[in-house]
Structures are given as C-alpha cells and as structure tokens.
C-alpha cells in the first residue's frame, strides 16, 4: 500500500522555463526510499511535494497531481498535510524556533494542543530515538551545525508522522552523528530520504531512486575514481594561534597552540559540538580569543560560514564573485571563478533561488575569488555532489598552489583524503 | 471591490463636518476606521485572497514602518520615510492590499510612537488611499516613474484630504476658515486660501520625497516584493 504517490507531476519554479520536475510518475511504499542525483536535478523539489511546499509555498505553475497518506496534494493546505509528513530540511537553522531544546522538540505537538503529559513522554521518546537525550535542556543557539540536524530530526519524530522525509540529514554530521540519525529511522514506517553521502545507507534502502533534470529513475549509480594526490611543499607561517582559548559562550577550546603555514591544508575533523566551527571562527577574527593570540599573515581572509545563505545577498550569483573580486582589489575575471565552481549557467540567477548544493558552490566561489591569503572553510561540501565536489577539490589544489593556507573544517572522508595535507581532530575542548 | 466600499466609509468620515453635521466625536471615528480596515481584512482572508503569507507580509510591512517611524518622529516639514513602504506595497500587490498596508501601517506606527489622537482615524484612510491609488496606478501603469509620479501627487493629496479634517476645526479665520452655511463655492475657495498658506510647501517636501525614495530605493524593494508575489502565485494546469 503506497503512501504517497505523483502522477504525471510537472513542476516549474516561479519565472523558470525548464521545469524542476517533468512528468513524474512514483509510487512510495513502506520502508526507506533513497533519492540520490546531482545538485540541482531535482532531488529537493520532489521531496517537498511530499508535504505541499512544492507547489504552495514556492508558487509557479504545475501539472498533475498526486496523494499523500490519502491526501490530495493540490487541495490540501499545507498546514493538513504537516500532521502526516514530517519533513527535515537541508539546513536545520531555518527549521528550529525555540530557544531551548525541549521546547523545539514540543513546538508542533503544542500547535496540536497536546495533553501535556502525552507532550512529555513523545518528546522523551523522540530525543532518545536520535541519541540526542543529553541536550534536552541546552540552548539551540549553543548546539553544533550537527546537533541542530538531531534536534530537527527529533521535532519531526515526535509528531509521529505517516511519512518521514529528509532532506541531506547527515551532510554535516560526524559518522557517530549521521549513524545516530540513520538508527533512528531504522524504526519508522516510511522514510523519503535524499543524500549525496551513500556510504552505510544503500545497505538500509528497500528502494532506491535517482533525480536528475527533473525525471526521476530506479536506481543509483555508484561510481567512485580515486584521484592521485599532487605532492605540495608548504611555505612560511601563514596563521599562528598561541595560548589560545576560545568558544562563543565560555571556552569551548582552550591552551590551543597551533601553527600552518602558506600552501598547506590542514583538515579539522571531530565530532559535532567538538569545536571545529569555533576553531575556525577564531581564525578568522570572527571570534575575539578569551586568551592567547591569533597571528595571521597579511592579506585577505576568505571565510566560509557552514550556513552558506547567510552570506549571499546580492541579487546574482555574478554579482556576489565581483563584489568580492572589487573588493579585493583583483583583477582576475568573474567568468573564471564561476567556470571554476561550475556556475556559468547560473550566473543570471538570484542566489536564494538555487538548491542547497548550487548556493553552496556560488557561496565558495563568492569568498574564494580574489586570491586570498588564507581560506577558511566549514563544511565545504555539504550539500555537493561529486562532481561539485571535485571542483571544490580542484579549487582547493589552486589556492595551495598560489600560496594560500587553507583550513577546512569537514566530516567528508574523501575531501580530506583528496586533499589535506595534515589533519587535526579537534574534541573535548583539544586538538591533536 | 470591497476596498472601495471601505474607503466610502472614509469618505463620510471626512466630509460629516461639510454636510452641516457637526464635528464627528473622536472615538466613534476610530471605531469607523478600525472597523473598516478589519472588516476589510476578514473579507479579503474569507475569500482566499488575503492568505497567512500576505498576511504576515501585511504585518511585517506594518512593523517595519512602525520603526521608520520611531527613528523618524517628525520628518523634514511633510516628508516621512512611511509612505514609500506604503507605495510600493500597493503597487506591487495591488489596491486592496496597498489600503491595507497604509492604514494599518498608520494604526500600527501610532501605537508604537504614542500618536494615538482623534487625527489617527483620518490618517488611517489617508495613508490607505495613498497605498490604494498606488495600487490602482499599478494596474494601468506599471514602472518606476509611474509609481514616482503617484508618490508626488498622493504626497500633496495626503496632506490635501488630511487638512479637510482639521481645517473643519478652524473657525473665525476670515476668508481662511471654516464658516458653515456659506455657498460650496466660497467655502472651496477658503479651503484653497487656507491650503495655500498653511500646506503647500509643508506636502511639497513629503511630494518630492516620495519621489526620491521610489527613485533611488525602489528597484531593490520593488523587486524583493515582486520575488515575494511571484511566490504566491501558483497556476495549476
């Protein structure tokens, strides 16, 4: 018995020609559905059909139809629909609202009027299903990219939906964090889930789909070519960190003495909440040290923040690289950066409109233009596919090239195996 | 359109003093104002076209002239950064919102800064006839100078139909004033003395401010809010 079905579904984007969606035909039923393809083909669109944002929230124009958990996608208010899917966004700051954990967890079932003893037991349930019991009574504003992405996944468990959809759940966990995520869907009914990183779900997939321009097929291409390493020889000392102690509300990381040098890249791995993102942030000055001292050559320091959106804010993809290109005073050509990240074609195109995976590289394109003397990257690759991946490869390799200290915080096995030449995991406040 | 039967309302309100009845009491005059915007309001959302996203939209517009506002209490003589909001809403989104947009924008803005007074009715519809006109020149002509150009005539309207409401108020001004039971001709002609001396170059700063502000902010606001519409929209083939 399927849970959701489209039928002859076509979808086009407010003002876009090429639809998002053509023609699409599926049948979901019981078990975990996976959907894979290139950034920008379509995964995120189909997905949102699921609960009406596709087409309620976005507008456009579309044609056929379809059912979910017996309800009529085109005349059902979203608001119905959101009782019976639950559904986990690729960024999880744009999901949670509440201040603390609890209260983030409870938000739908008090939109539901809930009794509040039934509230307790299913926000209970829900925290412990995603290993995420111990942060109940933190503040969301202190909790990790990672954390966050349980803290949402359990907000949507303990609404008991019909149907589970999840939109790149574990782009930015750490393997503890994205095996956490993957357990707690092992118990549910329905699961629509679309990723780039397959490692561990294949296995778990009763059905497996792939998206790209818009038309959906069975089945899912893995194809994986190892790349030969380029051996690079580090210069002089590019950034320098003494004594340091920092965090964004007390010291997460403290006695932190570090030095990397011009050319090199250095990988930050560790958990979620290990203070990778603090690490870099401190790096960059975004975050005045509570001790030691941060030493960092002259020039630019390109910073890319883990929530890619929050930086673009100009009205193109073009005009964000020449901003920066003018504003470092550069003179290398906007054309080259965007061929760089593959953004020629999107160049025209208002940032906030593209998928995660696309803003993503228009967001790297936008801080790495203009040569930078030191580029510091969280979580580059979330959201990417493989072969946006290998251009953030091939960028990384130029910047080492031109002299640049790259220091990339990352959960992305492969890029720090394609491209670091050292790695440091940062938990429980250290770095070794 | 409903809009317009709500702006009658208005109509009345403004010219009760000028059919020999008497100065209209303060409270009831809130009462009609406010009564007509959620009147309005409540037709609109039962008839689906004032959905939970325009409405937000109508609430976050309101707030943010709120703060235009605090920070700028009293403008240079008329001008005030409120209308601009107001015009572009209207002219984006259409009459009915623009009305809506201007008189809660008002209502809302009082509230914030204290300005709540026997004038905050007769604001209310003058702000919303601002956004309202705007909207109507939206449906005919829809550019930037067009939209420039409602903002210099509803700026000297604005202060023109306002001062209808307080010079009914000024009595014993010869030639100036108000004199009830004179001939329309001579009472227009007072008005128009009146509006010339008092007015004129007060409303040209708000004129011509409007038309700064559409000018030079306008593509970028006008293009979010058309983004926003587009949104909204959705065809089912």
């Known amino acids: 018995m399927a849970i959701a079905s489209l039928r002859g579904l076509s979808y086009w984007y407010p003002g876009q020609a090429r639809p998002a969606l053509a023609e699409v035909d599926l049948e979901v039923g019981d078990g975990l559905t996976l959907v894979a393809g290139p950034s920008g083909g379509g995964k995120s669109s189909l997905l949102r059909c699921f609960n009406g944002l596709v087409p309620h929230f976005y507008g456009g124009r579309i044609k056929g139809g379809g059912e979910v ?27 949670l609202v509440s201040p603390v954990v609890e209260g983030e ?11 509040r003893r039934e509230m307790r037991r299913r926000v209970e349930a829900a925290l412990s299903a995603v290993g995420g019991l111990a942060l109940r009574q933190r503040r969301v504003t202190t909790l990790s990219g990672g954390e966050r992405q349980l803290v949402a996944l359990a ?38 889930l679309a990723e780039h990183r397959l490692d561990g779900l294949a296995a778990l997939a009763t059905r497996q789909l792939t998206v790209e321009e818009g038309r959906v097929r069975e089945g899912i291409s893995t194809s994986r070519a190892p790349e030969p390493r380029r051996p690079r020889a580090p210069g002089g000392v590019a950034w320098r960190l003494e004594g340091v102690a920092a965090g964004p509300a007390g010291p997460l990381l403290a006695g932190i003495d570090l030095v990397g040098r011009e050319g090199e890249v250095v990988a930050l791995t560790g958990p979620n909440g290990g203070g990778k993102t603090t690490l870099l942030r401190t ?19 390109a910073y890319l923040p883990q929530d890619p959106g929050v930086l673009l804010h100009r009205p193109t993809v073009r005009a964000e690289v020449e901003l920066t290109l003018r504003r470092s005073g550069s003179g290398e050509l906007a054309q080259v950066v965007l061929g760089e990240m593959g953004l020629l074609e999107l160049a025209g195109r208002y940032p906030r409109d593209l998928s995660a995976g696309e803003r993503q590289r228009a967001a790297i394109a936008a801080v790495v233009a203009g040569s930078p003397a030191l580029a510091l990257l969280d979580e580059p690759t979330r959201g990417m596919d493989p072969a946006a991946a290998r251009r953030l490869r ?10 640049c200290a790259v220091v990339l915080a990352t959960h992305d096995r492969e890029l720090v195996e394609a491209v670091a030449d050292r790695v440091l995991t940062v938990s429980g406040g250290e770095v070794r | 359109m409903i809009v317009a039967l709500a702006s009658l309302a208005g109509v009345a309100l403004f010219l009760w003093p000028y059919l020999g009845l008497g100065p209209f009491p303060a409270a009831p005059a809130l009462a009609v104002a406010g009564g007509a915007v959620v009147l309005l309001a409540a037709i609109e959302a039962a008839a689906r076209r004032l959905d939970t996203r325009l409405l937000a939209l109508l609430a976050a517009l309101a707030a943010v002239d709120a703060a235009l506002r605090l920070v700028l209490v009293t403008g240079i003589g008329g001008f005030s950064p409120i209308f601009f909001l107001i015009l572009c809403a209207g002219f984006v989104f259409g009459p ?142």
């Open chain 1, 69 to 95: 958990a017996g309800l009529d996608l085109l005349t059902t208010p979203t608001r119905r629909l959101a009782r019976a899917v639950g559904f986990v966004f690729q960024n999880p700051e744009a999901q």
């Open chain 1, 105 to 115: 967890v409870a938000f739908g079932l008090e939109n539901l009027a809930m009794p």
């Open chain 1, 155 to 192: 907000s949507v468990l303990a609404m008991e939906p019909r149907l589970v959809v999840l939109d790149e759940p574990t782009s930015q966990l750490d393997p503890e964090g994205a095996a956490a995520v993957i357990g707690a869907l092992a118990g549910l009914p329905s699961v629509v």
């Open chain 1, 283 to 301: 790096l960059a000055g975004l975050l005045k040290p509570l001790a030691g001292r941060v030493i960092r050559r002259s020039g630019r320091t």
């Open chain 1, 394 to 403: 091939d960028v990384v390799d130029r910047l080492a090239g031109e002299g």
């Open chain 2, 96 to 237: 009915t919102f623009g009305f809506l947009t201007g008189a809660t924008a008002l209502l809302v803005s009082a509230l914030a800064t204290g300005g709540v007074g026997p004038w905050l009715p007769y604001q209310m519809f003058g702000a919303g006839w601002v956004g309202m006109f705007a909207g109507l020149v939206g449906l005919r002509w829809h550019s930037l100078p067009a939209l420039a150009v409602a903002g210099l005539l509803s700026g000297f309207a604005f202060g023109l139909v306002l001062d209808l409401w307080d010079w009914s108020y000024l009595r014993g001004a010869p030639g100036a004033g108000f004199t009830p039971g004179l001939p329309p001709a001579a009472v227009i002609a007072a008005f128009g003395r009146f509006y010339l001396v008092t007015s004129a170059l007060y409303d040209a700063f708000r004129a011509f401010g409007n038309v700064l502000m559409v000018l030079l902010l306008g593509p970028p606001v006008l293009a979010a809010m058309q983004r926003l519409k587009a949104r909204f929209t959705l065809v089912v083939e």
